[in-house]
């Protein structure tokens, strides 16, 4: 797709980089079957194709309506699109660029500002998201159910059942290792170290299992994917040259991984490297760290080797996060897991599609979001498991609004299954 850049606009090397991904684009529209949006609202300018057009306008005119704001904030950044585009067109960076210069470009309603800035001051602090997550807890039980089931519980997973306890155990057999001659580095998350400190300590368990020790950087900063998405880049850029000065040093130390339990972490921690890569300070460090990163299921499918499993009696239904399958292309690997602790997964339709978690697309697109857990859940729910499990703290607690069943992290199962 040909784009005449704004002369304002020319001198930007991320527009550069736009009108790279823009002339991969052919316009053959094949990515709009996928999108969520465009599947529930019709509208081409809903769809991938659609915002991709909405932007090569932005890179022409250096102007932007509010009105074409909405459609780039409807997009859910789930990557659908780019899992199926033959062309490879790297959407996400677009539609990262894209609304990047569109938020400076377009006066937003004062109460989406103010709400928006509250978001980035609260959510990527674990110590201010405790802060407010206590008191909830505290009063969850008089709290509108409604509102109730938004709160994960304090010590137990987000759901409103226990998972059934009966779980027959396999025998763990690592190689054999001297204990503790391996480390990795954990990333603790920020919502995810204040909802669900279970999955962590999950699986530092099984890492122990190995030989592996778990190690975590002092007061770890957030990845910054929650400003990166809500296109305050400079802030965003800010947490992440905090979180690779806190983790280099045990780089240096000869850590082996370093591994997120949250997808949607791990999938930024990965794009570091790029995103840094004119950074003459940040440059090769990012670029090392990304190499080291790996979601938590390239780790265990290394460790845990295929066997003879004892048949689990649970019934699950695997939800695969987005920033999983179409942000790090990681498909398959989590299902092969479970398959080996000896689960067999109950078939799920339209898995590729996104649960409308997606960051804080809940919390700001809620309309959409609800239509897409509705969906999501009914396709969850649909064979009576009685666990469903995922790999994003998003997606697991925003499923958990909507189900009675317990919502884990997988993780957490291949504990009990391996290590209770
Ligand atoms: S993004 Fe890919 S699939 Fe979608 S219109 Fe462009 S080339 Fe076709
Ligand atoms: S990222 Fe998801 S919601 Fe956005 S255009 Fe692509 S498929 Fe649609």
Same mark, same amino acid.
């Given at each position: 797709m040909q784009t005449i850049i704004h002369k304002a606009l020319a001198p930007l090397s991320e527009v550069a980089e736009a009108e790279e991904i823009l002339r991969s684009c052919v316009h053959c529209g094949l990515c709009s079957a996928t999108c969520p949006t465009y599947q529930l609202l019709g509208d081409e300018l809903d769809s991938p194709r659609g915002r991709i057009y909405l932007i090569k306008i932005l890179l022409e005119k250096n102007q932007f309506s509010r009105r074409s704001l909405q459609h780039l904030d409807r997009c859910l950044t789930c990557r659908a699109c780019e899992t199926v585009c033959p062309s490879g067109v790297e959407y996400g960076k677009l539609l990262d660029i894209g609304r990047n210069l569109?938020?400076?470009?377009?006066?937003?309603?004062?109460? !989406?500002?103010i709400f928006r800035w509250l978001l980035t001051r609260v959510v990527p602090f674990p110590g201010r998201f405790k802060l407010l997550l206590i008191p909830a807890q505290i009063f969850k039980p008089l709290l509108p159910a409604v509102l109730a089931r938004r709160i994960p519980g304090r010590s137990t997973p987000p759901g409103h059942k226990k998972v059934p306890e009966e779980f027959p155990q396999q025998s763990l057999e690592p190689?054999?290792?001297? %204990?503790?001659?391996?480390?990795?580095?954990?990333?603790? !998350?920020?919502?995810?170290?204040?909802?669900?400190?279970?999955?962590?300590?999950?699986?530092?368990?099984?890492?122990?299992?190995? !030989? /592996?020790?778990?190690?975590?950087?002092?007061?770890?900063?957030?990845?910054?994917?929650?400003?990166? %998405?809500?296109?305050?880049?400079?802030?965003?850029?800010?947490?992440?040259?905090?979180? /690779?000065?806190?983790?280099?040093?045990?780089?240096?130390?000869?850590?082996?991984?370093?591994?997120?339990?949250?997808?949607?972490?791990?999938?930024?921690?990965?794009?570091?490297?790029?995103?840094?890569?004119?950074?003459?300070?940040?440059?090769?460090?990012?670029?090392?760290?990304?190499?080291?990163t790996r979601d938590v299921s390239e780790v265990l499918i290394r460790e845990i080797q295929a066997g003879p499993a004892k048949p689990q009696s649970i019934r699950v239904a695997y939800h695969p996060p987005c920033s999983l399958q179409h942000g790090q292309k990681v498909t398959g690997v989590v299902e092969t897991l479970l398959e080996r602790a000896g689960i067999s997964l109950l078939p799920v339709k339209e898995t590729h599609l996104c649960c409308g978690s997606a960051g804080t697309y809940s919390i700001l697109q809620p309309k959409l979001a609800?239509?897409?857990?509705?969906?999501?859940?009914?396709?969850?729910?649909?064979?009576?498991?009685?666990?469903?499990?995922?790999?994003?703290? !998003?997606?697991?607690? %925003?499923?958990?609004?909507?189900?009675?069943?317990?919502?884990?992290?997988?993780?957490?199962?291949l504990e009990r299954i391996y290590l209770d």
């Open positions: 569109a938020e400076r470009r377009v006066n937003r309603f004062i109460g !989406g500002r190689q054999p290792k001297e %204990h503790y001659q391996r480390s990795m580095l954990l990333l603790t !998350g920020c919502v995810q170290s204040a909802a669900t400190p279970n999955t962590n300590r999950a699986l530092e368990r099984l890492l122990d299992a190995f !030989g /592996i020790r778990a190690v975590y950087a002092a007061d770890a900063a957030c990845c910054g994917a929650l400003d990166y %998405h809500l296109s305050q880049h400079q802030t965003a850029r800010k947490h992440m040259r905090r979180l /690779i000065d806190q983790c280099w040093p045990l780089v240096g130390d000869g850590v082996e991984a370093i591994i997120s339990t949250a997808s949607g972490c791990g999938v930024q921690v990965k794009e570091y490297g790029d995103l840094f890569k004119d950074d003459p300070d940040y440059a090769v460090k990012a670029t090392k760290i990304s190499a080291l609800g239509e897409l857990l509705d969906r999501k859940v009914s396709n969850l729910e649909v064979d009576q498991p009685e666990a469903i499990v995922t790999g994003n703290i !998003g997606c697991q607690l %925003h499923i958990a609004t909507k189900t009675d069943l317990p919502v884990l992290h997988w993780v957490e199962l």
